[in-house]
């Protein structure tokens, strides 16, 4: 329509009207130009507010994780510090060789760590990280997720320890068989108190078998040094994701 108007302006040399049919062209280019813009700015925030809400909800999940691990590895130093009292002191946990040996061996007991990054690597690999528009966020992410205190420590958080198959080597397997089903339950990861298989006089001479091997102490005391190592990045860690998730869910609620 409007260029049949333009056409008869111009065979009847209407100035006015051809330049206000140009200016109404324009206008109506400019504003659908801009509307559209504004349509996928929407539909980037909306992506961007849904990206978030996954990491906000993935974080939840890498505390819960988190907090399990230093709970978990936290036992597993208990035992072993039992353990080492009787190696340097001859004191039985609990009194008992059978509570002493069953301190060797849940001493051996390992949780790995591996991050909740499923979102960010969605985005990254999406190469949809700048739907974050805070340069700030998109950095806290990237130190989190790439550079930060897992990657800086990674080969302690995915230590397999010689003690574990050391101290395992040299348990019985009867009783190893009994600690590993009736001592522990495999399917939510916990300890359970367990009667002895064997009376004392055969537990003691399992812990005899413990002290006769020479690198068994020295596993063990190196084991210790790294669990406690990995605790200490476990909170570091923690408090890194706390203060993220913090940042996250404030993007959320602007």
């Not at 999940?61 to 001859?90: C, H, M, P, T």
């Not at 009194?95 to 969605?122: C, K, M, N």
């Not at 997720?145 to 010689?162: C, E, H, Q, W």
Request: with cysteine; proline share 3%; net charge negative.
């Amino acid at each position: 329509m409007i260029l049949r108007r333009v056409i008869a302006h111009f065979r009847n040399q209407e100035w006015t009207a051809i330049f206000i049919d140009f200016v109404i062209v324009v206008l109506g280019v400019f504003v659908g130009i801009q509307v559209a813009s504004w349509n996928e700015m929407r539909l980037e925030d909306q992506r961007a507010h849904g990206f978030l809400e996954r990491l906000s909800g993935d974080l939840d999940q890498e505390l819960a994780f988190i907090d399990k691990r230093i709970a978990y590895i936290g036992r597993s130093i208990a035992y072993g510090e039992a353990a080492l009292e009787w190696v340097e002191n001859g004191t039985l946990t609990g009194g008992s060789a059978w509570q002493t040996v069953l301190a060797f061996v849940h001493a051996s007991r390992i949780l790995p760590y591996s991050p909740v990054d499923s979102t960010y690597q969605e985005m990254r690999s999406a190469g949809e990280l700048g739907l974050v528009r805070d340069a700030g966020l998109r950095t806290a992410l990237t130190e989190y997720y790439v550079s930060g205190t897992f990657a800086r420590a990674d080969y302690i958080m995915k230590l397999n320890p010689a003690y574990r198959s050391n101290v395992r080597g040299l348990t019985p397997y009867r009783i190893g068989r009994h600690i590993g089903t009736k001592c522990f339950d495999m399917t939510e990861v916990t300890h359970k108190p367990c009667e002895s298989p064997v009376d004392e006089a055969i537990a003691g001479e399992v812990l005899r078998r413990y002290a006769e091997d020479p690198s068994l102490v020295r596993d063990l005391n190196f084991w210790m040094d790294s669990a406690h190592q990995m605790v200490d990045i476990l909170r570091q860690l923690r408090a890194s994701c706390v203060g993220l998730k913090q940042r996250i869910d404030t993007q959320l609620d602007d």
